[in-house]
């Protein structure tokens, strides 16, 4: 049984500050899966910022866009012919649709303290080896101590408040909102009851619209919050409670919403929430903060204990995480780099949990009414960015509620295949929300015709099985991936110019084209992402259906096809992959987005080895075009940089793009930034999987050991990373060299272990741990040895 009174383990990862958060990007994050917090941790006054996975605009609606295939065959002859320009008008006027609903924030928890002594020896920590948020601080002879955690196990935030003084805590609780509240005190509770809006625009509209908020539509909500303290008393305000001479305070909080599912409106249809939220409540309170805690850092450190990385220290270390990144500079502080790499963990362990809702672009963490991007998923990378480190890192669970969306979106995906394409199966194009809805969004097809948004997701429930090799799993989700690339067997269309099946229409990753005779324009037909796509797609949907040995017609009807899809093109002027089925340039070569690099990440097309001539093609693209300089190395800009650069397996300008990404994208609380003040967590997710894949990589059916090693982290170990087959890794590398690495099989089979240019291959027992080596005075008798120099 782990103990409550200490920290389970060593305090290894611990994120620590030496100043109170005092605004919402400072505050740490913490979360269940479900129920999110940020927690400023203030001397006078703590806000808590409070998430609930299901808050969200709108309702249930039929968003199909009937007439769009009435143009349809238009749009496709004038693109065949290369009128760009027009199709793009009929595209806009005609097939777009309306906006994607927005996550809502719940509100914040505010505790308000009575400290008239100054306040000295403050700390506020997120250690990540247990899950636990803890601020200490002195007023005057008085030690204060909150500890805080969302427990997965028990669905409520709780926190611990105590005073090294009897009677010594006096303070008040509040709770508010940005929606239509109505705060209430009684007893030991406070509650918040309210109203998401009925539709709600994304942030990038015209400011001057409101959200809206229908009679007898939208989401409801309620926050119960239980104030328990031991000694002293609770006298009752105006929608607070104030505790005067407590010993202890224990504050327990649940939230629910109405939500009841995709296709429930929850407001007609909707679950008794204030039912499910006294529940909780209850139920905590039953098992006291002891029991709540043990459960919590039981459950959590199953996941986050899988792992350990080493990647070196230096003087930094002993510096709070706000001067840590502010003085950050390339080649020192080593460790850095490793509490980034847990710190993905621990967002994906926080905000995507079996039975949770996938991580949006913010997690389960958003402050605005109208969030960026409207908080929602967006399906043309950053949803998927997420997901990157999800099985390297040994969270395989935490990739379920991903899975789930796109079972999820394969319903509304098969009436948008039908309604504007004529075609069976499903798809779905660039944005997603809490509805599922698949049309194309607002705005203009240069991001809205997107017609591999489900294609891309797909890729992610044939990942899960590679990683597990868990047939039952894949049968499960065999009809998903069979759904998405029968879409294409009947949308794809012959180029009259080239005699190639491509999507028609087209555009690529939002990025606009110059033709030769000076036409700007997005839509085309053909992108090389959509084919790098739709051909792994084809490939992902052979491979599974001869392992699970059924539909074997369709499987072979996707072999017939294949060979009819474009390959990769090499422009013979520039010597690079092109982006477009014809030779276009981009207007903006340099805004780091550059689509073609899919087939190379997280694709795996491109490699340097089975595909030379692609590599290097590619890599002359990413020398013209500079991914890793675009912006601010946030978001996807630093994330497709630097798992470009690890594929490439160049540890050198990996590491210039953790660099800037450091230098540049880090608010103070290490979370991710994105035009100097969105947070996106796809950028703390997709340099997680970059680092991960600098020590390890498996998508070319070998367990890579250092692939990318950076010359920034020359010695060093690391433990549970996991490879495609079913193996989970340790290694261990000293002043760049490879010492030892041991392989454990869970599943058995034939591996195929490379260490730079040398590769063995064996035949692994299920549950046996191989052990390979570079210095023979590391043999161990009680493990299978290989002997391994590069």
Known sequence: MVSCSDSPLKKKYVLWFSEPGTKWEEAIPIGNGRLGAMVQGGTKQDIWSLNEETLWSGYPQDKQNYDAIKYLPEIRSLLNKRKTKEAEKLIDAHMLGPWNECYQPVGDLILDFDHPQKISGYRRELNMDNGLVEITYQAGDVTYTREIFSSYPDNTLVARIKASRKGALNFSVSLNSQLPCKVSASGNDL????RAPSHAYPHYLNSSLKNEFELGKGMRFQVLSRILPSGGQITYGKGSMTVKGADEVVIMLAIQTSYNGFDKDPYTEGKDYKVHCSDDIDKAVKKGFDQLKNAHVKDYVNLFGRMDIDL???????????????????????????????????????????????????????????????????????????????????????????????????????????????????????????????????????????????????????????????????????????????????????????????????????????????????????????????????????????????????????????????????????????????PWQAVNPLNGQVAQGWGLAPGHLISLRKTPELAEAFRKTIEFRKPGESSNSGSWTGAFSANFQARLEDGANLQKVIDRHFKLALFPNFASKFFEKYWEIDGNLGITAAIGEMMLQSHNCEVHLLPALSPAYPTGSVRGLCARGNFEVNIVWENGVLINAEILSKSGGHCTVRYKEKTIEILTERGKTYHFITKSNLLNADKRIILMNG
């Open 312 to 582: 070196g220290t230096d003087s930094a270390t002993i510096q709070p995480m706000q001067e840590r990144i502010k003085n950050y500079q390339a080649g020192k502080d080593p460790n850095l780099a490793a509490l980034y790499f847990q710190f993905g963990r621990y967002l994906l362990i926080s905000s995507s949990r079996p039975g949770t809702k996938a991580a949006t672009l913010q997690g389960i963490w958003n402050k605005d009414v109208r969030p960026a991007w409207s908080s929602n998923y967006t399906l043309n990378c950053n949803v998927e960015l997420n997901y990157w480190p999800v099985n390297l890192t040994n969270l395989a669970e935490c990739h379920l509620p991903l899975i789930d969306l796109v079972k999820d979106l394969s319903v509304d995906g098969a009436r948008t295949a039908k309604n504007i394409y004529g075609a069976r199966g499903w798809m779905a194009h660039h944005n997603a929300d809490l509805w599922r809805t698949t049309s194309p969004v607002g705005g203009t097809g240069l991001w809205s015709i997107y017609q591999v948004g489900g294609a891309w997701l797909t890729q992610h429930l044939w990942e899960q099985y590679l990683f597990t090799l868990d047939k039952a799993y894949l049968a499960d989700v065999w009809p998903t991936m069979k759904g998405a690339a029968l879409y294409f067997v009947d949308a794809l269309q012959k180029d009259p110019k080239t005699g190639w099946l491509v999507t028609n229409p087209s555009e690529s990753f939002e990025n606009q084209y110059v033709r030769p005779d000076g036409v700007v324009g997005w839509a085309c037909v053909g992108s090389t992402q959509d084919m790098q796509i739709i051909r792994s797609l084809f490939n992902y949907c052979i491979e599974a259906s001869k392992i699970l040995g059924i539909d074997k017609e369709f499987a072979d009807q996707l072999s017939t096809m294949l060979p009819q899809l474009p390959p990769m093109l090499i422009d013979p002027v520039t010597g690079q992959i092109q982006e477009w089925l014809d």
């Open 191 to 194: 509650t918040l009851e309210g």
